[in-house]
C-alpha cells in the first residue's frame, strides 16, 4: 500500500485546483480517492452549499499522454448514513491499469463557497 | 452467435453522488456498452444518467432498468450501442448522494446494432427474500443474459449454473453489488445469487443481449451455378 497523498489539508475557493501528479509505484493495483466530509467532529469541513466534482487524470507513460480515470461528485455539509450515522469521507476507488510509468493527477472543482477539507490518494 | 465478451471495469464509492468509472478500451465491431449499478441509501436514489466521455464525446447509455426496492436499495441497468473504439471513462449521476456505490461497465461485440437487448425484468425484497433471483423469459439460446443487483450483505456470489460472474463488488463491507451473465436458454433464464444471511434487502434486474444479425450465407455451388444458368 502507498499513501500517494496522505490526508491533505485543502483549502479551495470556488473554482478549480489541480494537484499532482505523483507517480503510482510500480505493481499495485487499486486507486482510491477520498475527501473528508463535515461532521459533528470536523465543523469547518466542508459546508453545506459547497459542491465538489473531483476528477482524476491517469498516464501510462510517464506523464506525456492523459486519459481521464476516477472521480467523484458529492454536496457538502453532514450526510446522514442509513444507520444514522456520520459519513467521515465521500471516496471512489478503481481498479488501475497495469503498467510501468504510471502517474495521476487531480483537479477538485468547488461551487458555493470554498472547500475546506483533507484530501488522500491511496493505492494498494 | 452470441455476442462475445470483450473488457470491463468497475468502481466503488461512497458518500457521493456520481462516481466516475476509470476509462478502459473498447473495441470490435457491433460494439455494446452495458453499464450496472447497484446502490444504497437512507433512501436510496435512481440513477439520473450514465454518459460516456462527458465533455467529450458525451455517449449518452439507454436506461434498460432502474429500481428500487422502496427502501434503502437501488439497482439500474444501462446499454451503449456502438460506442466509439478507444478508451473513455464513464460518469454516473444519482438523484441523491448515497452511503454505497458499485458499478460495473462491461463491452461487448457482436451485438445487435438495432435491437441490441430484450425485454427486462426487475425485481426487488424489502424483508422477507434474501437471495436476488430472477427469471428471464424472452431470452433465445444465442443470446446473452446479463443482470445486475445490490443486496445487504457482503457474502454472495452468483448461483446459476453457467452464471459468470463479472462483479461482485462487496462496499463498505455489508452491501453488494454484483454483475453476472449467462448464455441464454429458450426455456428461460433463471440468474440467482446467493449467500445472503445479513437482511433480505435488494433490487435486482437483467435483461437479453440480442446477437448481432447472422449475415446471409452465399448459396451453395449447385444453386449458385443454376442461378447462372437461369
Known amino acids: 500500500m502507498a499513501l500517494l497523498i496522505d490526508h491533505q489539508s485543502i483549502n ?46 491517469g498516464s501510462l507513460d510517464g506523464g ?23 459519513t467521515v469521507e465521500s471516496w471512489v476507488s478503481c481498479p488501475l491499469p497495469p503498467g510501468a510509468a504510471r502517474r495521476i493527477r487531480l483537479t477538485a472543482t468547488v461551487t458555493g463557497g470554498t472547500l475546506v477539507s483533507q484530501l488522500t490518494v491511496e493505492v494498494v | 452467435m452470441a455476442a462475445t465478451y470483450d473488457n470491463k ?15 478502459f478500451t473498447v473495441s470490435g465491431t457491433n460494439r455494446l456498452l452495458f453499464v450496472t449499478v447497484g446502490s444504497s441509501a437512507a ?55 448515497q452511503d454505497e456505490i458499485g458499478a460495473c461497465a462491461t463491452s461487448w461485440t457482436a451485438v445487435h446494432q438495432t435491437v441490441p437487448i430484450g425485454t427486462p425484468v426487475t425485481d426487488s425484497a424489502a424483508d422477507t427474500i434474501y437471495n436476488p433471483t430472477l427469471t428471464l423469459a424472452d431470452a433465445n439460446d444465442d443470446d446473452i443474459v446479463i ?11 452468483p448461483e446459476s449454473p453457467g452464471q459468470t460472474e463479472r462483479a461482485n463488488l462487496v462496499i463498505a463491507a455489508v452491501v ?25 434487502q435488494w433490487a435486482a434486474g437483467a435483461v437479453a443481449i440480442k446477437p448481432a444479425a447472422a449475415a446471409t450465407p452465399p448459396p451453395p455451388p449447385v444453386m449458385a451455378a443454376q442461378q447462372r444458368m437461369g
Open chain 1, 64 to 86: 506525456a499522454t492523459w486519459q481521464q480515470w476516477l472521480g467523484f461528485g458529492a454536496p457538502g455539509g453532514i450526510l446522514l448514513k442509513r444507520d444514522g450515522s456520520e
Open chain 2, 43 to 97: 433512501t436510496a436514489a435512481l440513477t439520473t444518467s450514465v454518459v460516456r466521455d462527458s465533455g467529450g464525446l458525451n455517449e449518452s447509455c439507454t436506461e434498460a432498468w432502474d429500481l428500487t426496492n422502496g427502501g434503502s436499495f437501488h439497482s439500474s441497468g444501462h446499454c451503449l450501442v456502438a460506442p466509439a473504439t478507444g478508451s473513455y471513462a464513464i460518469l454516473i449521476t444519482l438523484a441523491a448522494a
Open chain 2, 176 to 200: 453488494t453489488h454484483g454483475c453476472s451473465t449467462q448464455l441464454g436458454n429458450v426455456a428461460g433464464d433463471v440468474m440467482s445469487w446467493t449467500g445472503g444471511t445479513l437482511y433480505p
Open chain 2, 147 to 157: 443482470d445486475g443487483m445490490c443486496v445487504y450483505d457482503g457474502s454472495m456470489a
Open chain 1, 12 to 57: 479551495v475557493p470556488a473554482g478549480s485546483r489541480d494537484f499532482g501528479p505523483v507517480t503510482i509505484p510500480d505493481g499495485l493495483a487499486q486507486v482510491t480517492l477520498r475527501l473528508a466530509r463535515q461532521t459533528t467532529a470536523t465543523p469547518t469541513f466542508w459546508a453545506p452549499g459547497v459542491t465538489v466534482d473531483l476528477k482524476s487524470w
Open chain 2, 9 to 23: 471495469n468497475t468502481a466503488t464509492g461512497g458518500g457521493a453522488s456520481t462516481i466516475t468509472i476509470l476509462a
